[in-house]
């Protein structure tokens, strides 16, 4: 639906989408009995008003569902799988050995060195396991595509340990750091949790304020 602008020669400028006969404003959403499995709503994109259907959201769907246990929902719109598979239970937090965690520990200044643990920090972990990912098949059109969600073994729970480090000046003292207590299957991503390295060098006021970190447990 449309009106005409004041310009010298007219065009038609587009106010309302129609879909089967009926109009809706902007920012309008709608069903249509004839394709339930969709929800319409009207949008402005690049200034050009259209018509966009989005598939409804469905529940998670095992790929390797067995072929004669798959069914469809009530709505004929959704694949379910009439079993549950047990979960994949093999992420854990697993302690490293002793000696790989000699010197992982460092952090260099300008006012002390380089400063890292010589000793071995015992019951020190990582997450380890597998977890499920899949891909999903998405959009209309042109815009169809694969899109994978991703689940990672990742930390889910911590606390607080101290660790001695001794510095090339011969000072010794011990942050705080975060040893993992529990790991999941939580979504992948970029969100990779920042950690106290060796670069850059901190300058003397960071520094301090580091190593006087409180221990809360």
């Known amino acids: ?13 587009k106010t309302h989408c129609v879909d089967d006969g009926n109009v809706y404003n902007i920012g309008e959403r709608w069903e249509s009995e004839g394709d339930i499995c969709y929800e319409y709503s009207c949008e402005t994109r690049d200034d050009i008003l259209a018509t ?19 069914y469809m929902d009530e709505l004929g719109c959704c694949k379910l799988c009439n079993i549950t598979r047990q979960p994949k239970r093999d992420c854990k937090p697993k302690v490293m050995p002793p000696q790989d965690t000699v010197g992982i520990f460092r952090i260099t200044t300008r006012h002390v ?22 891909t999903l098949f998405k959009g209309q059109g042109r815009q169809a595509t694969h899109v994978s969600t991703c689940y990672c073994c990742k930390p889910s ?48 006021t960071d520094f301090f304020s580091f190593i006087d970190e409180p221990f809360h447990q």
């Not at 639906?1 to 400028?13: A, D, I, K, L, W």
């Not at 643990?117 to 380890?128: E, G, L, R």
């Open 1 to 13: 639906m449309c009106t005409f602008s004041n310009e010298c020669c007219g065009r038609c400028v």
């Open 52 to 70: 966009v259907a989005v598939k409804k959201e469905c529940p998670y769907f095992d790929p390797e569902c067995p072929e004669e246990e798959i």
């Open 113 to 134: 060195g380089t400063c890292k643990n010589h000793d071995p920090v015992m019951d020190f972990k990582q997450c380890s396991g597998h977890c499920d990912s899949y």
């Open 157 to 204: 729970k911590y606390e607080n340990i101290r660790v001695q480090l001794r510095c090339d000046t011969g000072v010794s003292f011990t942050p705080v750091y975060k040893n993992i207590q529990e790991c999941e299957c939580l979504s992948c991503g970029d969100d990779l949790t920042s950690y106290m390295g060796d670069e850059p060098i901190m300058d003397d």
